[in-house]
């Protein structure tokens, strides 16, 4: 049947997110690179216009001092083997302090510039405007100004520079983007290329009911394992087909003599048959109880919870396998004691196929569980910065928690952005959301049937986020609201409270997260606690409410 639904496709997204990453990355080097080099090519022109400016002026004041203006003319000539320097004044101060022209020099094809006399300050710097860039220092005689030197030199070795750095750098960063595409495509490849192997190959498998294909092995562990497993299960068949098609040989020789003993062991295949019934009915009561069984046990740890979650769909999946090779068995039986009929051949063959489609999904459940839980597991083994929604984070705390959550009716509700989007680390936070619901559930709502605890996240700037915890329970009495946050202070000792919960919270805000966190409470208002800690950068869209119950 044809279905409008969209799915998401691996290879495409292996090949989107590992390009978005790669070119977002390269573009940026690339860029802090190039405005570098541009950077230091200038810093270098204005190094050289300052150190030709002043040996200059040095070498000018004696011209200076003596007003021999033609003599500094013809001294000045010797600038035309710079390609540099362009146009090149020398101000004199007169005895009434007024700036008159001295001597100049114009390279050749280079018309001559006015004098500069109302810039002496601006252009102490150098400054460039028009392609030329410019420069006026003071001509010393030990301590005294005697004049000033004007400099103009030409910025086009500067733009040539920066041209071809831009070039460059462009060239170089879609070379590197052609090869990583190129290396993505491999691994695109790589990854999807045995799983849609498999994936065709039960679809054949499913639609010919040809059990003579076996899936073939392609060096990843997991596949593998699935692969032999499902070559063991189409051998079986196979060779049970087989003796069946022989049975039903011999058979259909013998019927003309045989009517008596067909209809004895046609009773016989009916006791059987309802005996078989029986047991499926009690194999499936075991199978429903087992899982009522592993719902309502009671898990100590997130392991333990991830353990909890993951056995219902394996325990389908090895149910389903058991069932098929108990009824295997009993095919077999039936056939060496020439009881089996070509019905009840047709209902082991659509029960086989039903039972693989039941591994099948079962399989890709558990799969999808594991991954539900994976990072969560990470990050409370990790203390490093990593970039992270938190209103994800939360639903991975929150289903993480499940097990344990799901003995209570307290409500849970979060209150975040969308896309509230940090750099910091996951790990404490993860830890500290935890303890704290754990120290609500536990402590504030003792005696409670059901509680309620409200979590508001929301940035405070571009760099910081906030945290409010606040429950409903009944709240801490003042002596002990003094000393929350000090190792070894419960109200459940020898019971097995440790009293190092809280201690553990303030230690993983002030010390890994470099935060603060206060705490308001009366006796019986409930509490509130108030985090504030430092993040990297902050992203942040509509408002994300979510409860867990």
Not at 105 to 133: C, H, S, T, W
Not at 423 to 438: D, F, R, T, V
């Amino acid at each position: 049947m044809a279905s409008d639904t969209k799915f998401l496709s691996i290879k495409s997204l292996i090949i989107w997110v590992v390009m978005a990453i790669t070119s977002l990355s390269l573009i940026f080097s690339s860029g802090v690179n190039l405005y570098s080099q541009i950077s230091t090519y200038r810093q270098s022109l204005e190094d050289n216009v300052v150190i030709y400016s002043e040996m200059i002026g040095r070498d000018s004041m004696d011209s200076l001092i003596k007003d021999e203006g033609l003599l500094e003319e013809e001294n000045l000539k010797i600038l035309s083997a710079s390609e540099l320097i362009e146009n090149v004044h020398i101000y004199r101060i007169m005895d009434d302090q007024t700036i008159k022209f001295f001597a100049s020099y114009n390279k050749e094809g280079i018309a001559p510039v006015k004098a500069k006399f109302d810039q002496v300050d601006q252009l102490y710097q150098p400054k460039m405007a028009a392609g030329v860039m410019e420069i006026i220092r003071p001509i010393r005689n030990e301590k005294q100004v005697v004049g000033y030197l004007y400099l103009r030199a030409s910025a086009d070795g500067l733009q040539k520079l920066t041209s071809n750095s831009i070039i460059l750098t462009v060239s170089v960063l879609l070379a590197c983007l052609l090869v990583c595409f190129l290396f993505t495509i491999k691994l695109q490849r790589a990854i999807t290329a045995p799983i849609n192997v498999l994936v065709k190959l039960v679809q054949r498998i499913s639609r010919q009911k040809d059990y003579s294909s076996r899936a073939e092995l392609n060096g990843i562990k997991e596949l593998d394992i699935l692969g032999e497993a499902f070559n063991n299960m189409l051998q079986r068949t196979q060779e049970h087909m087989q003796r069946q098609t022989i049975a039903e040989a011999e058979q259909a020789k013998l019927n003309t003599s045989l009517e008596g003993k067909v209809k004895q062991r046609t009773n016989a295949l009916k006791e059987a048959n309802s005996e078989l019934i029986q047991t499926l009915e009690k194999l499936h009561q075991f199978q429903r109880q087992m899982v009522q069984n592993e719902k309502m046990a009671s898990l100590g740890d997130m392991v333990a919870g991830v353990a909890h979650e993951v056995n219902t769909p394996i325990g389908l999946g090895v149910t389903a396998s058991t069932m098929m090779l108990d009824r295997l068995s009993d095919m077999r039986k039936a056939f060496e004691d020439k009881t089996l009929k070509a019905s009840s051949l047709s209902k082991f063959i659509a029960e086989g196929e039903e039972n693989l489609n039941i591994i099948y999904r079962n399989l890709n459940r558990a799969a999808e569980l594991i991954s539900s839980f994976k990072q969560v597991a990470v990050d409370q083994s990790s203390e490093n910065n990593r970039v992270f929604s938190f209103a994800k984070l939360m639903e991975e705390i929150l289903m993480s928690m499940r097990p344990k959550l799901k003995k209570v009716k307290h409500q849970i509700n979060v209150n975040c952005a969308d896309n509230l989007v940090v750099e910091s680390k996951a790990g404490p936070i993860n830890q500290i959301i935890i303890n704290l619901i754990m120290n609500s559930i536990i402590h504030g709502f003792e005696d409670m049937d059901k509680g309620q605890i409200d979590i508001n996240i929301q940035a405070i700037g571009d760099t910081k986020v906030s945290i409010e915890f606040k429950d409903n329970g009944k709240g801490i009495p003042e002596h002990l609201r003094k000393r929350i946050f000090d190792p070894f202070v419960t109200t459940k000792r020898g019971q097995g409270g440790s009293g190092l919960g809280m201690h553990l919270v303030y230690n993983l805000v002030t010390q890994a997260l470099n935060g603060s966190i206060s705490i308001v409470s009366e006796e019986g208002e409930g509490v509130q606690f108030k985090i504030l800690f430092p993040v990297k950068k902050v992203t942040h869209d509509k408002v994300h409410v979510g409860s867990f119950l």
